[in-house]
């Protein structure tokens, strides 16, 4: 059951390591409940205070009537989509096509729910406004992933998602928006959650990303949709006696970092920088508009792995513990910032990156 | 959101509250957490040491190949009943029109797995073999839930539970377990867990009943169920990036009442005795068969109610927190025993019984 990935391993021995926030352990959980009333009861199957604080707090912020939290974005989205296409009795939805829903959860919007998908824009782009314009067919909903992480992060000005917003309206198109990095956009746009989540229809935000709680969600949108969302919720087996672990960490570290992110998305710039300068290596987006990008690397997973792993033990920097292979002769991986980022001597950084660039260099 | 109903105010207020093991409150994760260390690694996607060593113990102590830790029963079995329909090609089952998911989940598996529920029985007993027999139709899986709790948590005698396998097995018919209660059926069979999940091709089993954790169900069979049991759970929006919370809580708790279940089992008998000394009570079963069991009482719940606050009030003894209807004329409650029973004074419990005995038997 332990891990065998020398990667990983070598990631985990580092003293710096560059990306998230600390370790997922069980000490997340303990400093979150440090301050609790150890009386504080629970929820109970969705109702009780420390849930509907919780969620009127998230509903406030992101300036919707109303919000309900849930295990998973996962639940979340799929329900939220079923509502929209239940009220036009059209089961026909479009996103990207690296979208969480068509990459990570085993086609259950489709086999739970027999809800289509179109797939917009293209898997080296954002969705464009032009790209919801020329869809072919009607469609119950469209969602749009705010940063699109599967393609570092990228987003679409702010002046597209104000005019996908309004085509939509005009369609009577319900927009999404997959908000699980919503507030690490923040910064980038110079705007607040409200500003943005008022182009939506229905809002989802993760609390484990940027947040770095546990696990959880939050489903974000008018009266009667959040109350429908509840009956579908019982419906997935989401509906539990109680969340309270979640929703307590959930709000800890959301308190404790939602105003962090220009932080973050500082520090990805920064780091951005340092991995433009080596030679061999491609940033995208080559400038950061969130807390994170990923490092494009013209050589095979197998090649790239020595390289990172003689790079941390020379000095004790860890840049990532999971390479992504893109093809046969490349690979890339994820970086997304967090408060381990400000830990690290600049110097012990440079010297990671000046190595990093050296030994890769000889592929060009 | 703070609560608003009289009887919860007054059993709340109870120095000696008679059912369950205590308040639902965060006490109960902090305590479960004491002495785990906090670096241990949380679980990742179903993946790691926390998660499947528990799946390991409890697919032993129910002499399973295999179990997979769920956030909840509701999910756990409309996916088990899913798995064994699309096996047989048919999407029917049956079950106890009392079935939990019959009653409690806002019709899921008819909704999302479009599978036909066949009811067996009828509301005011448990399923038989002859039931089984006399199905007009043929079904993929029949549910069976031990013990059956919205009639008082009765049974079947053990022999009949085999007369059940043996049938269903040799009509090609898959059997599963509701066994959100199995641990507290173990005193009363006097067998194993073992031993009776042998008769049952599926067992889903909690620990937030008898075993007193927050929330968690497990969901156990061979190998190749399991491994399409977490597709499905993926798919639900149940596979969590962490689900330690849960799961640590489930196994300490777990630990600590699995051996105790033969004293919640005696004390639902002696409270029974009790309540059958009440002249105007009813007692379902009669003689209960696991740690539950049900009280009617012909009068409304708006007339209990003042007669059973007046008795908290005398005595200090909280008798239950939650009326259920039966009608305009009656009522009932449900009685489920924990470590609380032992803590009550005997002298203390039989006045309040005899005060219950003296206001409630004026009706007769």
Chains 1, 2 share one sequence.
């Not at 989205?77 to 296409?85: E, G, K, N, S, V």
């Not at 408060?339 to 060009?364: F, H």
């Amino acid at each position: 059951m332990s891990t065998t990935n020398p990667l990983v391993e070598a990631f985990n021995q580092t003293a710096y390591p560059v990306i998230g926030h600390g370790k997922r352990n069980v000490s997340v959980l303990i400093e979150a409940l440090e301050q609790i009333d150890p009386e504080l009861d629970s929820d109970n199957y969705g109702s009780g205070e420390v849930i509907e604080r919780f969620q009127a707090q998230i509903a406030q912020y992101l300036g919707k009537p109303s919000a309900v939290f849930f295990p998973s974005g996962t639940m979340a989205q799929q329900i939220a989509l079923r509502i929209w296409c239940d009220r036009k009795g059209l089961k026909k939805v479009a996103y990207h096509p690296l979208s969480h829903l068509e990459i990570h959860e085993e086609q259950g919007l489709q086999e739970l729910h027999q809800i289509e998908s179109i797939l917009l824009a293209d898997k080296t782009r954002i969705i464009r406004l032009e790209d919801v314009v020329n869809l072919k067919e009607d469609v119950a909903c469209v969602l749009l992933e705010l940063p699109q992480r599967e393609i570092g992060g990228q987003l679409p000005e702010y002046e597209e998602l104000e005019a996908i917003s309004s085509y939509c309206r005009e369609k009577g198109i319900k927009l999404h928006l997959d908000g699980a990095r919503l507030y690490e956009t923040l910064p980038y746009y110079q705007k607040t959650a409200e500003e943005i989540c008022s182009l939506f229809d229905s809002v989802y935000v993760s609390f484990y990303k940027g947040i770095g709680g546990i696990a959880g969600a939050m489903l974000a949108g008018d009266e009667e949709f959040t109350k429908e969302s509840k009956v579908w919720k019982r419906r997935h087996g989401g509906d539990l006696i109680s969340l309270y672990p979640y929703i307590l960490s959930a709000e800890y570290y959301f308190n404790e970092r939602k105003d962090k992110m220009g932080l973050y998305y500082e520090a990805a710039k920064e780091l951005a920088d340092f991995y433009r300068a080596c030679r061999a290596l491609e940033v995208r987006p080559q400038v950061p508009v969130s807390n994170m990008f990923h490092v494009h690397v013209p050589l095979p997973k197998s090649k790239l792995e020595p390289i990172l792993i003689s790079v941390y033990q020379d000095t004790e920097v860890g840049l990532t513990a999971n390479l992504k292979e893109n093809g046969e002769h490349a690979c890339y991986y994820e970086v997304s910032l967090g408060d381990r980022y400000a830990k690290i001597p600049k110097a012990k950084l440079a010297q990671a990156m000046k190595l990093l660039d050296e030994r890769t260099a000889d592929v060009l």
